[in-house]
Nanobody
Framework: QVQLVESGGGLVQAGGSLRLSCAASGRTFSNLFIAWVRQAPGKEREFVAGIKWSGDSTYYHDSVKGRFTISRDNAQNTVYLQMNSLKPEDTAVYFC??????????????????WGQGTQVTVSS
């Protein structure tokens, strides 16, 4: 089992920045993959960014490339999402999610077995 707790959401003006944190506890497997997934009102969950627990590979949705950066601190068991140049369309609940199975694409939210409670990000225009 993996437990995930997000923090760092809030209200920010367009063009501003926020950093989200995801603290992981429980069993952190070497093949663990952690992602940030967001859900805007009335829309389906959408993959934002992901990173392997070991290794340097990172993955991003096209809409956030160049603006968001995912990173991790293994010593702190924490994954971060630095969000810069925020836009109103980035407004959503942001979830931290984790998976150990790669039977489905990493961009598919359905493949994630573990989820945090979510943190609200609101970007005003």
């Amino acid at each position: 089992q993996v437990q995930l707790v997000e923090s760092g959401g809030g209200l920010v003006q367009a063009g501003g920045s926020l950093r989200l944190s995801c603290a992981a506890s429980g069993r952190t497997f070497s093949n663990l993959f952690i992602a940030w997934v967001r859900q805007a009102p009335g829309k389906e969950r959408e993959f934002v960014a992901g990173i392997k627990w070991s290794g340097d590979s990172t993955y991003y949705h096209d809409s956030v490339k160049g603006r968001f950066t995912i990173s991790r601190d293994n010593a702190q068991n924490t994954v971060y999402l630095q969000m810069n140049s925020l836009k109103p369309e980035d407004t959503a609940v942001y979830f931290c999610a984790a998976r150990t199975s790669y039977s489905s694409p990493i961009y598919s939210p359905r493949g994630y077995a573990y989820w945090g409670q979510g943190t609200q990000v609101t970007v005003s225009s």
